[in-house]
C-alpha cells in the first residue's frame, strides 16, 4: 500500500530543508514564504535492517524495499481556510496524504526570517491548527445544511449523522481538532467524505539547531508539553544536520557522522518510524531467488488482506499462507532448512500477519 506523508508548516521553519535532505528530489531552500509553490513530491526508501538479512540469506537477483512518498507543501499563512497566500492549494494539498509531518521551528537564527517576527512553537503551531478547523468547520456546516431537511422528514440515518455532525462542529467551534473527538467507528462515516483535515494523524517534527541535537531545546520541550494529550508524535530533528548527512553516501561514514552528534540514528529513520507507528502500519517480507521484498500493511490484518497488496487475484484465491519467523530463517539458513524442522507454518484466513513474518500464498483464481 503507498504511504503519503505530506511536509507542512508555516513559512520558513524548514520545511524544504528537511525535504531536500530526506528526499529524491531537491526543493528550492530560500530565505522568503512560499518558495515552493507547487507541492514538491519526493518518493523515499524505506530503512529496513530485515532487508539486508534477507538479501545475505537469500541472494536474490533483486531487493525491493517499501516506499512512502513525501510531499512538500507550500508554506501556510493567517487566512489560508479564506484563501491568504497559497491557503486554497495548501489545504488542498493536504486532503489527499495519509498523515501530516507538520515542522515546527525550534531554533533562533536572526539570518532566517519568521514570518511573524519571533519564534514561538505553541503559536505557530496554533496559527495551522486553528486554519485547519476553520477549513473542516466550513466543511461541516455545508453538510448540516445539506441533510437537515432530510433528517426532519425523519429519515433514521440522516437524523444519526446530523447528531454526529453536530459533535464534531462543537468540537471544532472549541478550538480542538477532529482527530481527538471520541467517536464510535460506526458514527466516523457521517464525515467520511469530507477528508477533515484535522482528522488526519499528525507527526510534530521539532527542528532544532545543531547544538541542540539529540534532545531537544526548550523551544521542542515546550511544544512536547503543548501536545502530550493529542494522539501525535513528536520527532527532533536539525534539518541542518539531515541536510549533511543526506551528503554522506558511505555507511561507516554516516555513523560517524552521527555519534558526534549522540545521534543513533536519522531524523529520517525516526520520521519514518514515527509515521508508521501512528498510522499503524507494519511490514512483512516476501523472499525468492528472484525477488526480496517488504510489504506495508495495516497491523491487525488478516492473511487475505496482507496478500491482496501484492495482487486483487491473491485475496480473491486465497487458499492459505506459508509463514516463517524471521529468526528461524535466521537460525535454519533457507526456507528448506526451515520446513525440515518444522518452522513453517500453514496459516488459513484467520491468521492475523505479525510486523516481520516472512510469507509465501498459495491461491487458485
Not at 59 to 86: C, H, M, R, Y
Not at 163 to 171: C, D, M, N, S
Not at 317 to 345: D, M, P, R, T
Request: glycine residues 6%.
Amino acid at each position: 500500500m503507498a504511504l503519503k506523508c505530506g511536509i507542512v508548516g508555516l513559512p520558513n521553519v524548514g520545511k524544504s530543508t528537511l525535504f531536500n535532505a530526506i528526499s529524491n528530489n531537491k526543493a528550492e531552500a530560500a530565505n522568503f514564504p512560499f518558495c515552493t509553490i507547487e507541492p514538491n513530491v519526493g518518493v523515499i526508501t524505506v530503512p529496513d535492517e530485515r532487508l539486508h538479512i534477507l538479501e545475505e540469506l537469500v541472494n536474490p537477483q533483486k531487493v525491493l524495499p517499501t516506499t512512502i512518498e513525501f510531499v512538500d507543501i507550500a508554506g501556510l499563512v493567517k487566512g489560508a481556510s479564506k484563501g491568504e497566500g497559497l491557503g486554497n492549494q495548501f489545504l488542498a494539498n493536504i486532503r489527499e496524504v495519509d498523515a501530516i509531518a507538520h515542522v515546527v521551528r525550534c531554533f533562533a537564527d536572526d539570518n532566517i526570517v519568521h514570518v511573524e517576527g519571533r519564534v514561538d512553537p505553541i503559536s505557530d503551531k496554533e496559527v495551522i491548527d486553528a486554519e485547519l478547523q476553520l477549513k473542516d468547520l466550513d466543511s461541516v456546516d455545508k453538510k448540516i445544511l445539506r441533510i437537515e431537511k432530510v433528517a426532519k422528514s425523519g429519515d433514521a440515518k440522516a437524523k444519526k449523522d446530523l447528531a454526529t455532525l453536530q459533535k464534531y462542529k462543537q468540537h471544532l467551534e472549541s478550538g480542538k481538532n477532529a482527530r481527538t473527538l471520541e467517536v464510535e467507528d460506526e458514527d466516523k462515516k457521517a464525515v467520511a467524505d469530507l477528508q477533515l483535515l484535522t482528522a488526519k494523524p499528525v507527526i510534530y517534527v521539532a527542528n532544532v539547531e545543531e547544538t541542540a541535537l539529540p534532545d531537544g531545546n526548550e523551544y521542542s520541550e515546550k511544544l512536547k508539553q503543548a501536545v502530550k494529550d493529542e494522539n501525535a508524535e513528536v520527532v527532533v530533528v536539525s534539518a541542518s544536520i539531515e541536510a549533511q548527512i543526506a551528503e554522506l553516501e558511505d555507511k561507516e561514514e554516516r555513523e560517524m557522522f552521527l555519534s558526534e552528534y549522540g545521534l543513533k540514528e536519522s531524523g529520517l529513520n525516526k520520521l519514518i518510524r514515527a509515521a508508521y507507528n501512528i498510522l499503524n502500519l507494519i511490514t512483512y517480507f516476501t523472499a525468492g531467488v528472484q525477488e526480496v521484498r517488504a510489504w506495508t500493511i495495516k497491523k491487525g490484518w488478516k492473511a487475505p488482506q496482507a496478500a491482496g497488496v501484492i495482487h486483487t487475484d491473491f485475496e480473491k484465491g486465497f487458499i492459505k499462507a506459508e509463514v516463517i519467523k524471521l529468526e528461524n530463517y535466521q537460525k535454519f539458513k533457507s526456507e528448506v532448512a526451515c520446513k525440515e524442522a518444522g518452522k513453517v507454518a500453514i496459516e488459513g484466513k484467520e491468521y492475523v500477519v505479525c510486523d516481520g513474518d516472512i510469507m509465501h500464498f498459495r491461491f487458485n483464481v
